[in-house]
T-cell receptor, first 111, second 117 residues
Framework: GESVGLHLPTLSVQEGDNSIINCAYS??????FIWYKQESGKGPQFIID?????DKRQGQRVTVLLNKTVKHLSLQIAATQPGDSAVYFC??????????FGTGTSLTVIP | GAVVSQHPSWVICKSGTSVKIECRSL??????MFWYRQFPKQSLMLMAT?????????EQGVEKDKFLINHASLTLSTLTVTSAHPEDSSFYIC?????????????FGPGTRLTVT
């Protein structure tokens, strides 16, 4: 259940553009997913969640899409701002109340 | 609301010593807390689930005798890294679930950076 990775994938976007961050999860039994944002030296912050009975969920400037067929999640951030620069993780809930984190993507917004 | 604190925020210790890290839920009760570790530019790795009043459940590969977890109250869990070695240097993050919350939303602490020299 642990996530192992040597390097974070990176994504650079121009301020004002839309960002799409992808995540592949491992277990087809996972039924609940959360996207977190982590700024340098801080703990993760909840962004948005989605349950497996949904394909899409929208929040303020963010949309999460879930494709259970290929076990893929995406996080779309509209009109990306410099304050969105951070590392983004998806986390999957397989059983109980434990979550396992994906590798993460480092987003850099270019002003 | 739903604030989780960790203490200390940064600790430097010598190899062979033990270090205790505290995780507190400030404005809510947390029957369940989690401990993660995170190496630079890597993801969070779940180490253990801490349940108030009972023994922690450790993830596979995590040494329970090295990483001692105590959850003696509904607002405090502690992680003690025993006989620390340089390879234990990492960012340790805790999270807490509000007692009675069925959504499983975790509230994360700000993390503790451990440097073992």
């Amino acid at each position: 259940g642990e996530s192992v990775g040597l390097h974070l994938p990176t994504l650079s976007v121009q301020e004002g553009d839309n960002s799409i961050i992808n995540c592949a999860y491992s277990n087809s039994a996972s039924d609940y997913f959360i996207w977190y944002k982590q700024e340098s030296g801080k703990g993760p912050q909840f962004i948005i969640d989605i349950r497996s009975n949904m394909d899409k969920r929208q929040g303020q400037r963010v949309t999460v899409l879930l494709n259970k067929t290929v076990k893929h999640l995406s996080l779309q951030i509209a009109a990306t701002q410099p304050g969105d620069s951070a590392v983004y993780f998806c986390a999957e809930n397989i059983a109980g109340n434990q979550f396992y984190f994906g590798t993460g993507t480092s987003l850099t917004v270019i002003p | 609301g739903a604030v989780v604190s960790q203490h200390p925020s940064w600790v430097i210790c010598k190899s062979g010593t033990s270090v205790k890290i505290e995780c507190r839920s400030l404005d809510f009760q947390a029957t369940t807390m989690f401990w993660y570790r995170q190496f630079p530019k890597q993801s969070l790795m779940l180490m253990a689930t801490s349940n108030e009043g009972s023994k922690a459940t450790y993830e596979q590969g995590v040494e329970k005798d090295k990483f001692l977890i105590n959850h003696a109250s509904l607002t405090l869990s502690t992680l003690t890294v025993t006989s620390a070695h340089p390879e234990d240097s990492s960012f340790y993050i805790c999270s807490a679930i509000m007692t009675g919350d069925l959504s499983y939303e975790q509230y994360f602490g700000p993390g503790t950076r451990l440097t073992v020299t």
